[in-house]
């Protein structure tokens, strides 16, 4: 397996591109800011480098160096005994989340699938409904990974790539097929609950309508104070934990907000939030959530690794939190993984790995997310 990773600003994309042509790459994966799209830099780079590249929007965008806003970063792989393909869906609302998925699934169904790196739409979806129509395709054991698209703190417009083509409104994905590729994932938050367990009385998939018999943003509200002023984006800081029924602990799912609906007095989730189930809010600080990185990193690595690729989905929300710091929990992974790999990743709307509890892939909230990539006669 042969790498090759860069960070670019708009005016480096091409020529960055051009030079990952030498490793002679079967996919490449870009993370870019929005304004990448809005002036549509990574879709002319991307179309004249004739390369499988999919990519998405950001919320800020992760290298071997760190955070940073304003550029992109890009991982290029060459294998050499594995197929790569690509697919993409269209996901025009909501209700499409299962069918998008359904159809990525199976288009990338086939012998030897072993993993399936997708990027999705970060606003009007269902990530839950998403992620368990590609799971219904290709079935519960394959790898499923990935993340929802970013747009800044801004929640307005966010963008997928495939190849030279942008789409507000495509999942697009790739697969790894054969014996010797190797894909190992890790996913962990570091959020602490806080307050009373709230009984979710009235929801719908992925819309929380009622806490306690309760007007869910009313309540919501409560707990802001303040910061309710700058919602949809200042939920990021206290996302919902979906806790266990008979101890009241958390199960390891977090659900963060994506928008809110001021008449109807819900509260519109990353994913599902089930009727009936227990939750309690959730609050972090630099240390928890940089060990959480760390441990998500040790579950992703691969032990004596030659190459390979380290793809990270962080959620806007620890970006938030960790300010200045936001740099320690990438240290915290690359460290982990160590300097054989190289890495690409961006904080993201919503994160996509197998849940730890149960091995199955599920849509993750305030986690960072680690897709560990190589081949086995570089991986012990």
């Known amino acids: 397996m042969k790498t090759y990773s860069f960070k670019s600003d708009r005016k480096g994309l091409a020529e960055a591109l051009a030079k990952s042509k030498a490793i002679g790459p079967q996919i490449s994966v870009l993370f870019a800011a929005p304004g990448f799209f809005g002036d549509k830099?990574?879709?002319?780079?991307?179309?004249?480098?004739?390369?499988?590249?999919?990519?998405?929007?950001?919320?800020?965008?992760?290298?071997?160096?760190?955070?940073?806003?304003?550029?992109?970063?890009?991982?290029?792989?060459?294998?050499?005994?594995?197929?790569v393909k690509v697919a993409d869906a269209g996901l025009t609302g909501v209700e499409s989340s299962r069918q998008a998925g359904l159809s990525l699934g199976q288009q990338l169904i086939?012998?030897?699938?072993?993993?399936?790196?997708?990027?999705?739409?970060?606003?009007?979806?269902?990530?839950?409904?998403?992620?368990?129509?590609?799971?219904?395709?290709?079935?519960?054991?394959?790898?499923?990974?990935?993340?929802?698209?970013?747009?800044?703190?801004?929640?307005?417009?966010?963008?997928?790539?495939?190849?030279?083509?942008?789409?507000?409104?495509?999942?697009?994905?790739?697969?790894?097929y054969g014996d010797k590729v190797r894909v190992k994932s890790g996913s962990r938050g570091g959020w602490k609950p806080f307050g009373p367990a709230r009984r979710v009385t009235k929801a719908a998939g992925n819309v929380l309508f009622e806490l306690d018999g309760k007007p869910a943003l009313d309540l919501y509200k409560e707990y802001l104070g303040d910061k309710a002023?700058?919602?949809?984006?200042?939920?990021?800081?206290?996302?919902?934990?979906i806790l266990r029924e008979e101890d009241r602990q958390e199960t390891g799912l977090i659900r963060t907000i994506l928008d809110v609906d001021h008449k109807a007095k819900s509260l519109t989730m990353a994913g599902d939030l089930p009727q009936g189930s227990l939750v309690s809010l959730m609050y972090a600080d630099t240390d928890s959530l940089v060990d959480g990185a760390g441990e998500a990193a040790e579950e992703a690595n691969f032990k004596n690794a030659g190459s390979s690729a380290t793809l990270l989905v962080s959620c806007v929300g620890r970006k938030i939190i960790m300010g200045g710091s936001v740099d320690e929990e990438v240290e915290a992974v690359v460290n982990a993984i160590g300097k054989n790999s190289v890495f690409a990743g961006f904080y993201s709307y919503g994160e996509i790995c197998p849940f730890h509890?149960?091995?199955?892939?599920?849509?993750?909230?305030?986690?960072?997310?680690?897709?560990?990539?190589?081949?086995?006669d570089l991986a012990a």
């Open 41 to 83: 830099a990574a879709e002319k780079a991307c179309a004249d480098a004739g390369l499988n590249i999919i990519g998405c929007s950001t919320a800020g965008e992760i290298s071997a160096e760190g955070v940073s806003d304003d550029s992109c970063s890009v991982v290029a792989m060459h294998f050499d005994a594995t197929e």
């Open 110 to 176: 086939g012998p030897n699938l072993k993993s399936i790196f997708v990027l999705s739409p970060g606003l009007h979806v269902n990530g839950s409904e998403f992620v368990r129509g590609i799971s219904d395709a290709v079935g519960k054991n394959i790898v499923i990974t990935g993340g929802l698209a970013g747009d800044g703190t801004s929640f307005s417009k966010t963008h997928t790539l495939l190849n030279g083509k942008v789409f507000e409104d495509h999942a697009v994905a790739f697969g790894l």
């Open 229 to 241: 002023a700058g919602l949809p984006a200042s939920g990021l800081l206290y996302p919902f934990a």
């Open 357 to 376: 509890q149960t091995g199955f892939s599920e849509l993750h909230n305030q986690t960072m997310t680690i897709t560990h990539i190589a081949e086995e």
